[in-house]
C-alpha cells in the first residue's frame, strides 16, 4: 500500500516562501500523475498543480508564476515551492498520486499566510 508523507508547512507572511515536501513509500516512478490540492476554510478542496509522469504540468491559474512543482526520483519525493504566498493561499495542502487503482493522498499540512 503506497503512503504519502506530506510535510513544509507553517505561518508566513505575505510574500514570503514555503516548500512543501511528498515524501512517498516507494518508486514515485510508479504513478500516472503527482499533485498538490488544497482546502481553505469553508471552501471546497481545489487542484493546485498536477504533474504527470513524463514531467509535463498543469496549474491552477491562481498560482502560475508564483509555485513550482518538482520531483527528486533518488528521495521517492515531490515538492512544492512556494513563492510571493498571499493570504488566499491560506489552507490544507495534500499530496496525491494517481496509480492504476486509485488514488493516494498524504495526510496534509497547514499553510496560513498572514497579511
Known amino acids: 500500500q503506497v503512503q504519502l508523507v506530506d510535510s513544509g508547512g507553517g505561518l508566513v507572511q505575505a510574500g514570503g516562501s514555503l516548500r512543501l515536501s511528498c515524501a512517498a513509500s516507494g518508486s514515485i516512478s510508479q504513478f500516472d500523475n503527482m499533485g498538490w490540492f488544497r482546502q481553505a476554510p469553508g471552501k471546497q478542496r481545489e487542484l493546485v498543480v498536477v504533474m504527470a509522469s513524463s514531467g509535463r504540468t498543469n496549474y491552477a491559474d491562481s498560482v502560475k508564476g508564483r509555485f513550482t512543482i518538482y520531483r527528486d526520483s533518488a528521495k521517492n519525493t515531490v515538492y512544492l515551492e512556494m513563492n510571493s504566498l498571499k493570504p488566499e493561499d491560506t489552507g490544507v495542502y495534500c499530496c496525491?498520486?494517481?496509480?492504476?487503482?486509485?488514488?493516494?493522498w498524504g495526510q496534509g499540512t497547514q499553510v496560513t499566510v498572514s497579511s
Open positions: 496525491a498520486a494517481d496509480l492504476a487503482n486509485g488514488r493516494a
